[in-house]
């Protein structure tokens, strides 16, 4: 292969160098496979972003690559006294601006921010890849898009309300307060920005510890499309500062993505005020396989329902029912798909598994994997090299699973899958539905009438059928039980940002 090779890359492939967010590679490979980061604007040091303008604060913290531990930028840490001054901002910014201005105008600084996150798609997916893990050809495909869309869609109501609320007097609410989780940054925050922007609110947005990189590009565009300043104020900080923003006597609607167990801080910690909540949860999907289903597109839909983002999904397919007369072709085939899953640089195009978030959570999968090894549960990994440094986990899967397992109940959120067995629809109907949680679900059959009739009685607020995570910002999103309440994207998602 090298002698084909003109001298110029033969001598650089010779050499292995180090970039910032990438593994040792050599150079003239970049152009084929791998992502080059070293064009991409990111500061060494990011302020929060209060009324349209860069803030320092007392205390900054580090945030990293998984896939290689290096620090990528130094990040504020908000604190009562700075999300007090994010929130007084979004409140002038409210009363003096936002909800001085006419639909059609404030339509139009969300149209700019889609267009503006359109020309710099590839740098935020970069971005997003580096700073959380995921691999690159995900961030391209989903991620990145789907957040401009969710900013199109958006832009698109604003002086629609009317319709949406035929017969209604549909007002803005004034500050919402925003809190996202980390798998998925820039989507979050679009899904939660669009729509309160839309309907005339003003944000103070917070993002999660380890991925805060998204959110300030995501400022730098929201200053170039001439947003007025203090309508959206983006900040960093861990619970501490979530729970700030929560209990901000101005903040009149709290919208949250992430774990159960905040969620229930949440709702406590307000309950007796007016604040309006939406809170998205976690989730422990059912994928059904049935035996008429076209099986190679299962298993596509089996790998991209509980691999894709490493399992760090809220509606992931983590546990897989296959009805049990083709139980062994399943398991035969999806091992055989699985051998072939390529684990490594996030920056990679083809990459198909990156990094874990962070430490916590690899540590959390590995002591979720362990409990179901110990509760007797079987254990199929693929082998493959996982890089020395950095956070990684192979994609798992197991059978004899029982229903009393924590693997089989709790959201591991890693690439991690449970595979039970049923007999008829009935009892696939039942396992599905016996769970705490009801975020999603899929069923894969032949027979549309299996699909309605399935479907219609699991309680999810997301399903699918023949295909898993799908998303489109016109259909809403949200779960029943411990996976939440309130719905976003679609129409239904303005219902929490107006007041009728
Ligand atoms: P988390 O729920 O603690 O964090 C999510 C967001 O809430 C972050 O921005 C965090 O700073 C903020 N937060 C934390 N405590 C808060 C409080 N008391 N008041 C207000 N905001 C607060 O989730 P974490 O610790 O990142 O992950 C723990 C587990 O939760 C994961 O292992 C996973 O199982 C689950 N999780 C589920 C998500 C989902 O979308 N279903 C998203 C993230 C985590
Ligand atoms: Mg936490």
């Known amino acids: 292969m090298s002698s084909k090779l003109p001298a110029k890359a033969k001598k650089a492939a010779a050499k292995e160098i180090t970039v910032k967010g990438t593994n040792i590679v050599p150079k003239w490979n970049y152009s084929k496979s791998i992502e080059d980061p070293s064009h991409i604007k990111l500061k060494p040091k990011y302020d929060l972003f209060i009324n349209g303008k860069w803030e320092k604060t007392k205390k900054y ?81 989903v991620d990145i898009p789907l957040s401009i869309a969710h900013f199109f869609y958006y832009a698109g109501w604003a002086d629609k309300l009317k319709y949406a609320f035929p017969g209604q007097n549909p007002k803005p609410i004034g500050v919402v307060g925003q809190i996202i989780p980390w798998n998925f940054p820039l989507l979050m925050a679009a899904w939660k920005i669009a729509p309160a922007l839309a309907c005339g609110n003003t944000v103070v947005i917070k993002s999660a510890e380890t991925t805060p990189l998204t959110l300030y590009k995501l400022a730098e565009v929201i200053e170039e499309a001439g947003v007025p300043e203090g309508v959206v104020n983006i900040i960093s900080g861990d619970g501490a500062t979530g729970a700030y923003l929560v209990n901000h006597p101005k903040v009149k609607k709290i919208a949250f993505t992430g774990s159960t167990e905040v969620g229930k801080i949440i709702m406590r910690s307000i309950a007796g005020t007016d604040k309006k909540l939406t809170l998205e949860l976690g989730g422990k999907a059912a994928n059904i396989i049935f035996e008429d289903a076209p099986i190679d597109a299962a ?111 709790e959201e591991i959120f890693g690439p991690v899958l449970s595979i039970l067995t049923f007999r008829t629809p009935a009892e696939a109907v039942e396992k599905a539905n016996n769970t705490f949680y009801g975020l999603s679900a899929g069923v894969w059959t032949d027979k549309g009438s299996k699909v309605f009739n399935v479907l219609s009685k699991i309680r999810a607020g997301v399903v699918w059928a023949n295909t898993f995570n799908k998303f489109n910002p016109a259909s809403p999103f949200g779960g029943y039980k411990e996976s939440g309440f309130g719905r976003e994207g679609g129409k239904q998602g303005l219902d929490a940002y107006v007041s009728l």
């Open 299 to 409: 298993i596509e839909g089996i790998i991209n329902g509980i691999y894709f983002n490493q399992g760090h999904v809220c509606c992931a397919g983590s546990r897989l029912l296959v009805q049990e007369s083709i139980k062994d072709i399943v398991v035969k085939k999806l091992k055989h798909r699985m051998r072939n899953l390529r684990v490594g640089d996030p920056l990679d195009k083809n990459t198909d598994i990156g990094a874990i978030n962070s430490r916590m959570q690899l540590n959390k999968i590995k002591e979720m994997v362990d409990s179901g090894v110990a509760e007797g549960a079987s254990m199929y990994q693929p082998e493959c090299t996982l890089p020395a440094r950095g956070f990684w986990f192979k994609p798992t899967f197991f059978t004899e699973v029982a229903q009393s397992n924590r693997i089989a109940n």
């Open 61 to 141: 913290f580090d945030t990293i690559n998984p896939s290689n531990e290096e620090v990528i930028s130094k990040v504020a840490y908000a604190e009562g006294k700075e999300v007090d001054k994010a929130v007084n901002a979004a409140s002038k910014a409210y009363d003096n601006v936002w909800s001085k201005i006419s639909a059609k105008e404030r339509s139009k600084y969300i149209f700019r921010i889609a267009r503006i996150l359109q020309e710099k798609a590839r740098e935020f997916s970069i971005i997003e890849s580096m700073n959380g893990g995921k691999p690159v050809r995900e961030s391209k495909a």
